[in-house]
C-alpha cells in the first residue's frame, strides 16, 4: 500500500492535531502527522520540531526513537534550535532512563550534564526575550539536586566495584 499525500492547505491544522495527539499522550500519531507533513514541506520546522518532541515522548517505550530524534534534530535549520532541541533530546533521554522499572540510573547524569550544555550553547544564541534555554537549565538543576545519588559514570563504577 501507498501513502496518500497532503494536501498543502490541510497542513496547518495536520500540526494542530499532531500537537493535539502529544497532548494526549499519543506520540507515535503524532509523529506519523509529521512524517506526512515533511513529505509535502521537507523544510517545515514547526513539523520537524513537533516531530523530534513526539520522538522523545517515546525514549521509554521505542529503542529506536532516539537515533530518529537525532536525525530530525539534523534537520532543523536554526543553530539555536539544533543547540535547544538538542539539550531537549538529552535531557528527556536521561529521564527515560531514570524511569525505566530497573530503576537503573547509569548514564543519567552525563544525559543531564549533555543537556545543560545544549542548554547553555542555546542562551548564547537565544532570540530577544527566550529564555527557554535557562528555563531548561534551571529544570535539569533541579533534577539533579532531587536526585543526589546520580554520579558521573566513573565514580558510579568505583561505587559498584568498592561493593564487590
Known amino acids: 500500500m501507498t501513502l496518500k499525500p497532503l494536501h498543502k492547505d490541510a497542513i496547518k491544522g495536520a500540526l494542530a ?15 506519523s502527522i509529521c512524517l506526512d ?20 515522548d517515546q525514549f521509554g517505550d521505542d529503542g529506536q526513537a532516539y537515533q530518529r530524534a537525532r536525525d530530525a534534530l539534523a534537520r532543523l535549520s536554526g543553530e539555536y534550535e539544533r543547540a535547544y532541541y538538542g539539550g531537549m533530546i538529552a535531557e528527556r533521554r536521561a529521564k527515560a532512563q531514570m524511569n525505566r522499572s530497573t530503576g537503573a540510573s547509569v548514564g543519567v547524569y552525563e544525559w543531564i550534564r549533555d543537556a545543560m550544555e545544549s542548554y547553555e550553547r542555546a542562551e548564547a544564541l537565544r532570540p530577544a526575550g527566550n529564555d527557554d534555554a535557562r528555563l531548561r537549565w534551571n529544570a535539569c538543576v533541579r533534577f539533579l539536586a532531587r536526585h543526589p545519588g546520580l554520579a558521573p559514570a566513573a565514580e558510579e563504577r568505583r561505587e559498584l566495584e568498592m561493593l564487590e
Open 37 to 56: 507533513v515533511l513529505e509535502v514541506e521537507p523544510g517545515n520546522q514547526e513539523a520537524g520540531i513537533t516531530l523530534l518532541l513526539a520522538l522523545t
Open 17 to 31: 492535531k499532531a500537537e493535539r495527539y502529544r497532548l494526549l499522550n499519543e506520540p507515535a500519531e503524532a509523529e
